[in-house]
């Protein structure tokens, strides 16, 4: 059995063929098109057909990370934003049946927590990855149930939670990437480049450490509505910004408190092991 994965954003379809040990082959990268008559679809459909001629695979297994609402069992997305155009309703079971009998699809978020709980000890119980970066996304796993499954296909919503009605936005619009981005812009900073704004703070510099101070506690206000919700042994926290480790924690950790009631202990806070690839690792790692 080999085993074939792809990872659908609104910007970027990665594909690769995922090797037992996690090692990837083959790895692409292709703009994501814009999904008019189905070009997402067949954009993946053309590229597994590739991989098969390519690498004369038989028994093919295919797993799927992809942005969106994702009813598992059908195999199929059950809501989109509008970000990515006529989405809602793609059936990847439809397209892809006739190349592989074995097709496992996730959301994103989904899909990087499994990959992520190779690293997790069997000892932990519970887990919620948190990703921060154009938008905010979760994901909630137990070792007795595994993967949260809504009624409507779209647990974990917490970038909605914590809405301010008076600056009209919502824990998403402030604590992610992009937040810190609008954060840095309104204060008269053009085009911040977020790794450089941890180069500086770690170098001592008193604006940035202010304004990473600020949007850390941001995030830590929506770890602590997390930790309320679930009670999970560990957070892992995903996306790009993940890469700065302990430069990263060391602005939201120690914030978290403020925001339960006394004495309430919180969560092990992680940063993701896989960084990018999680999606990818994850989309095969039940198959």
Request: with cysteine; net charge negative; proline share 4%.
């Amino acid at each position: 059995m080999t085993k074939v994965a792809f990872d659908i954003g609104g910007t970027y379809i990665k594909s690769a063929i995922v090797e037992d040990n996690g090692t990837l082959t083959g790895y692409q990268k292709v703009r994501t098109p814009d999904n008019v008559n189905h070009a997402i679809i067949k954009t993946v459909k053309r590229q597994l057909i590739d991989f098969i001629d390519c690498y004369q695979l038989r028994d093919v297994q295919v797993g799927i990370s992809t942005a969106g609402a994702v009813n598992r069992e059908a195999c199929k997305i059950a809501y989109a934003n509008p970000n990515i155009r006529d989405y809602t309703g793609t059936d990847f079971a439809e397209y892809l049946s006739p190349l592989s009998d074995q097709l496992h699809v996730y959301n994103d978020v989904d899909a990087a927590l499994l990959g992520e709980l190779m690293y997790v000890p069997e000892n932990v119980e519970s887990v919620f990855c948190l990703t921060l970066g154009t938008g905010i996304g979760g994901s909630y796993y137990n070792r007795t149930f595994g993967l949260m499954t809504g009624a409507r296909h779209r647990p974990n919503q917490i970038g909605n939670l914590l809405y301010d009605p008076y600056t009209k936005n919502n824990y998403e619009q402030r604590a992610s990437t992009n937040g810190l981005k609008h954060q840095l812009k309104s204060r008269g900073y053009d085009n911040p480049s977020i790794p450089q704004w941890f180069e500086r703070a770690s170098a001592g510099d008193t604006i940035a450490i202010n304004e990473l101070l600020h949007w850390g506690e941001e995030v830590a206000r929506g770890i602590a509505e997390i930790q309320i919700m679930y009670d999970p042994d560990w957070i892992i926290i995903g996306g790009g910004v993940s890469a700065q480790g302990t430069q990263l924690l060391q602005w939201i950790e120690p914030q978290i408190a403020k925001y339960l009631p006394q004495h309430y202990g919180y969560a092990q806070i992680k940063t993701a092991k896989l960084q990018n690839n999680a999606a990818l690792i994850g989309a095969t790692s039940l198959l």
